[in-house]
């Protein structure tokens, strides 16, 4: 604009572009602007501080909500986060981690222990446990011929207990063979009962190949062994390595109970009953049937009792129920589940189910054998015959029958079964009421399929159910989404096996250990659960307590043998619940993966987000500055927005780094200032080197520390026209 001759630099109009006021700025003498420049420090911004600072309250939390359900976290496995400020490794699992959880018939079967123990040799022959080159697991056996051995040399071999309890008998053995070095001679698979033998095919190739022997052993047999073999005479030193035996029985691996008795823990598995071996650390087979799968096993009396389609079995013995069992037929229908159980007067009996909704109860005949005779004529009508029994249970002080149509319990002022939950009327499954336990807080404990576990107290009037499935809060981790196959009662804790909806064919299924209890909570108390573990186990099934183990038993699927194998773990129940660091004895977890996953935090929830202009810091705070140390070490790994996935895998985070030290109890990762973004999830992996030392963290903190920009001013001196 130009007035009078004057040129303006600045023209002011109003909102039409009318009414122009000229503005021309002070200038120096070489005819620049002049002007004043100021920087100026942007509004101060506080560090954003986010604060775990216990995690007791359970897993399932997505979101970090502090005011609506603090002390809550994402997921853990491998790591122990029941205890107020704290998170530690957990209990030690036999076997290891990845090693196939398998101690069934064949010990020391993935050579786990680290040793030879139970497995022979001959001579000429070296046989160790070696880390070199192991299928699953750890360890493997090694076997180093002289160079100077003939045909059948023995390499390995293991003589099964109880051989009299094979006796015609069907089973088949697998097991992973390869030949690391020579050319002479290959390795195979003989099972021998001192009477005849069978073997596999030979193995030459160099990677591991499955072998098996499919026998029936001979009426007469006097021992059952398993033997690696050489094939053919060596002139030159040949080695060869052998992995992860299995024996799967006639009638397969399908679960019949647990019990414990006269200092014992008995397993019903398909058509076997076993014992557990505490001295050589697996289960020995002291009874199999010829064509029946039991059912379940109970104790009556001083005698164990095993349920299956044409009766029931019982020992004789009864100090060791190893020695012999007799068969019983009754006169009067079936036994396809049997359970004892004890009322007011004291009085004794067992309970059998036969029909689908015919139940009998014995005489009293506590100190004696209850024979095919030994039944009340009078029968008790359970349920509808189109609906069938899933199980007996013991609370209370009474019977519960399980049905797929409800849960029953005997009333013995009617002498009557009584109904507790009409509403599954409507809503049968096979798997309804099949798993329950007593909890210490006056409820009984058990699975349905409409709403995973529940929890029923049986009072006067009204019985209430309410719903406590660890579904009802887990996020949508592919391990937390099946049904909870197994229940299990210890002190406060109730442990639970929770089935994933994935094939049990898959062969490398997982199943989730859980482990929960009651937990004071802002609403008042609450039933959190916790996620523990998880196993080699592709159909869970049972869980059994002793006082010292918790036994975690399963099938899992081998392609190579088109069946399902036993998979058992047992997990070392330490001798202080509330502090398991502190116990006198403690045994942490070293084999597997230790992970705690945090919620999910929403920085733009706090009024901020991660941009180029903010620092992220992570923190952890600890006892004492010798719990993380070099040798307990924590990894940090982050995902941020749109990469955010339920992944445990390493691909799937972003690694900070790994604090292996502390300063006053406090350890630091600084992530800069390249993390942008609102949302942001942390995985966090325990390492240790002992089997007694964990690394501890009490509480977590996330700091994002704002560095703005500053703000520019600038000065001018004008003049407005006055033409």
């Given amino acids: 604009m130009t007035t009078a001759g004057i040129t303006h630099d600045l023209v002011l109009t109003d909102k039409n572009g009318s009414n122009a006021v000229g503005i021309t700025l002070l200038r120096n003498p070489d005819g620049s602007v002049a002007y004043k420049a100021t920087k100026y420090p942007q509004l101060p911004l506080d560090n954003i501080k986010i604060d775990l600072s216990s995690f007791h309250l359970g897993t399932g939390d997505y979101y970090y909500r502090p005011e609506v359900d603090p002390y809550r976290y994402g997921i853990a496995y491998g790591v122990d986060a029941r205890f107020r400020n704290r998170l530690q490794i957990v209990p030690d699992i036999e076997p290891p981690i990845g090693a196939g959880g398998v101690q069934f018939l064949v010990r020391n079967s993935g050579i786990e222990t680290g040793a030879t123990t139970g497995w022979s040799t001959s001579a000429g022959v070296t046989l160790a446990a070696s880390t070199t080159a192991p299928r699953t697991g750890t360890y493997h056996l090694r076997a180093t011929t002289d160079g100077a051995r003939g045909s059948n040399t023995s390499l390995a071999a293991q003589s099964l207990a109880n051989p009299t309890v094979y006796k015609s008998r069907s089973i088949t053995v697998g097991v992973y063979l390869k030949r690391v070095s020579g ?195 009078t029968t008790y009508t359970v349920g509808e015959t189109d609906k069938t029994p899933t199980m007996f249970h013991r609370a209370f002080g009474t019977v519960l029958i399980g049905r797929e149509d409800g849960l029953w319990y005997y009333y013995p002022p009617d002498d009557a079964f009584r109904n507790a939950t009409e509403m599954f009327h409507g809503l049968p499954d096979g798997g309804n009421f099949d798993r329950g336990v007593e909890y210490v807080d006056g409820w009984f404990y058990t699975v349905t399929r409409r709403f995973g576990v529940v929890r029923i107290r049986f009072e006067s009037g009204d019985i209430p159910m309410e719903s406590v499935s660890p579904r009802d809060r887990s996020p949508d981790w592919g391990e937390m989404t099946g049904r909870v196959r197994a229940l299990a009662q210890d002190g406060d804790f109730i442990y639970a096996l929770q ?225």
């Fill in 499 to 723: 089935d994933s909806n994935v094939a049990d064919t898959t062969v490398t299924k997982k199943t989730a250990l859980l482990v929960g209890r009651n937990e004071p909570a802002p609403e008042g108390t609450r039933f959190v659960w916790h996620t523990f573990q998880l196993l080699d186990i592709g159909a869970p099934a049972l869980l059994g307590m002793d006082g010292v183990y918790l036994y975690c038993l399963g099938r899992l699927y081998n392609s190579d043998a088109a069946d399902y194998q036993a998979t058992i773990y047992r997990m070392v129940m330490p001798s202080d619940h509330e502090n398991p660091m502190k116990a006198s004895t403690v045994n942490i977890e070293t084999g597997g993966t230790k992970v705690f996953i945090t919620p999910v935090f929403d920085l733009a929830e706090h009024g901020y987000a991660l941009d180029d202009k903010a620092w992220l810091f992570f923190q952890i705070f600890t006892d004492t500055d010798s719990t993380i140390d070099a040798n307990r070490t924590v990894e940090v790994r982050y995902q941020l927005d749109g990469n955010i996935k339920d992944s445990r895998a390493d691909a799937d985070w972003t690694s900070i780094g790994t604090i292996n030290s502390v300063t006053s109890g406090v350890g630091t990762l600084s992530m800069g200032n390249t993390v942008t973004g609102k949302k942001i999830r942390f995985r966090l992996v325990f390492a240790t080197n002992s089997a007694t030392a964990s690394p501890v963290i009490r509480a977590i903190r996330i700091v994002a520390a704002p560095h703005p920009d500053r703000y520019w001013f600038w000065e001018f001196t004008g003049r407005i026209a006055t033409g």
């Fill in 183 to 377: 050319s002479e001679a290959g390795v195979k698979l003989r099972v021998s009962d001192g009477v005849g033998n069978t073997e596999s095919s030979v193995v030459t190739a160099s990677s591991y190949t499955y072998a098996s022997v499919t026998r029936t052993i001979d009426a007469t047999a006097t021992e059952v062994t398993l033997s690696i073999l050489t094939s053919a005479l060596e002139t030159a030193a040949h080695v060869y390595d052998v992995d992860d035996f299995f024996v799967i029985p006639a009638g397969g691996t399908g679960p019949g109970g647990f019990q414990e008795y006269a200092g014992a823990l008995y397993l019903g598995i398909g058509r076997c009953i076993c014992v557990w071996d505490e001295t050589n650390d697996v289960w020995d087979a002291v009874l199999i049937d010829d064509s029946e799968v039991f059912s379940w096993i109970t104790i009556h009396g001083n005698r164990i009792y095993a349920a299956h389609a044409s009766g029931y079995s019982h020992s004789t013995d009864t100090t060791d129920p190893r020695t012999t069992w007799i068969d019983v037929t009754p006169t009067n229908g079936t036994a396809e589940l049997l359970i004892s159980s004890v009322d007011e007067q004291n009085v004794r009996r067992l309970w059998r189910s036969s029909t689908p909704n015919t139940i009998y109860v014995s005489n009293e005949t506590f100190g004696n054998a209850i024979g095919a005779g030994d039944w009340n004529a």
